[in-house]
């Protein structure tokens, strides 16, 4: 198994034209639309006092303006979400990954975003429990390309319990997003924790849709569902899909039998989980497949690292 088709990432872009990205991640030929967007230059100076400081934190977080998050809600409307799986199609689901057809998710949703190359894109996140209220988790790699400090994702919305084209709770821009320093400088540690705005009424997130607890330094190990909104068909990131496997360590992360596809990135890796309720604690997310033809899920140990980023989101 090489290093690359271990890293395989599962954003799901849509282009307008067939191209092969650096990094993992795949072009995919579809019609949908693509805005331009250029990469920043980095400064070839010295860094000064507060570059220093910042590069020794463990945790980078990016920001986005109000202006931004304003023109994110506005430019996510009904149809361009509709449209963004609409022109998606990786190929058949299954044979692991199932309709999920329990208790409604409310927390567990489609992170709607522009990608650093210009794409519309979805992953999919998890409202967690948080001091503000207002934190949600998924994949590093949703939120800026890895190794790459200044390819970053714009215009991003967390539209929780999406479903066929239906958004019961609404849409919430997302106001910051922190990553392992790791993440930016050397593609590991692929995990996110996001602070979104309140919604249109003022309400906070975990006020609406309630909040999913996080554990971390937990064991590896017991059963696992792994849940996303897969870009394969027929469902094309219109429903929720479902994993079920027992967790194992693995080339220093941990696995499951899974064939989950491109949109799930981020999606919640669930514990003790009961459909019933909907209920479960959340010890990782969708990161990466074993091959283009997959039949393991990767995600990271929750551990000291995914405790400080999640830290600093939830007391953003």
């Known amino acids: 198994m090489s290093d690359a088709a271990k890293s395989q990432k599962l954003t799901v872009s849509v282009i307008r034209r067939r191209r092969r990205l650096r990094g993992g991640a795949m072009g995919l030929a579809v019609a949908g639309t693509a805005l331009a967007l250029a990469a920043p230059v980095p400064a070839t100076a010295a860094p000064g006092r507060e570059a220093r400081a910042a590069a020794a934190d463990p945790v980078s977080v ?16 009904p149809a361009r979400m509709k449209a963004v799986g ?8 299954g044979p692991r990954a199932k309709p999920y057809r329990g208790r409604t998710l409310k927390t567990v949703g489609r992170l ?8 519309d894109t979805w992953c999919t996140a998890t409202a967690v429990k948080s001091a503000n209220r207002s934190a949600v988790m998924t994949a590093a790699h949703c939120v800026r390309r890895g190794s790459s400090p200044y390819n970053t994702n714009v215009s991003m919305v967390f539209v929780p319990a999406y479903h066929q084209g239906r958004a019961p709770y609404g849409a919430f821009a997302v106001r910051s997003a922190a990553t392992p320093r790791a993440w930016e400088t050397d593609s ?5 924790a996001l602070v979104v705005d ?8 975990t006020d609406v849709v309630g909040a999913t ?13 792994a849940i996303g909104y897969s870009a394969t068909r027929p469902q094309r990131g219109e429903e929720l899909l479902r994993c079920v496997g027992t967790a194992k360590k ?4 941990q696995a499951i039998p899974c064939d989950l596809s491109g949109g799930s990135s981020g999606g919640p890796w669930l514990a003790d989980f009961d459909s019933t309720t909907g209920k479960g ?11 283009l033809t997959p039949t393991k899920m990767y995600g990271e140990v929750f551990g000291a690292t995914a405790k400080k980023v999640y830290d600093k989101a939830q007391r953003a």
């Open 281 to 291: 604690v959340l010890v990782s997310v969708n990161s990466a497949l074993d091959s």
């Open 198 to 205: 309140a919604d249109r009424s003022g309400r906070k997130l």
């Open 250 to 253: 693995e080339h220093g992360t």
């Open 62 to 77: 990016l920001k986005y303006t109000a202006a931004e998050r304003k023109e994110a809600l506005a430019y996510w409307t």
């Open 213 to 225: 607890p996080v554990a971390f330094n937990r064991p590896v190990g017991g059963t696992i569902s």
């Open 112 to 119: 709607f975003f522009v990608n650093a190359g210009g794409a």
């Open 86 to 93: 609409r022109s998606v199609d990786l190929g058949p689901t």
């Open 188 to 192: 590991t540690r692929d995990l996110s």
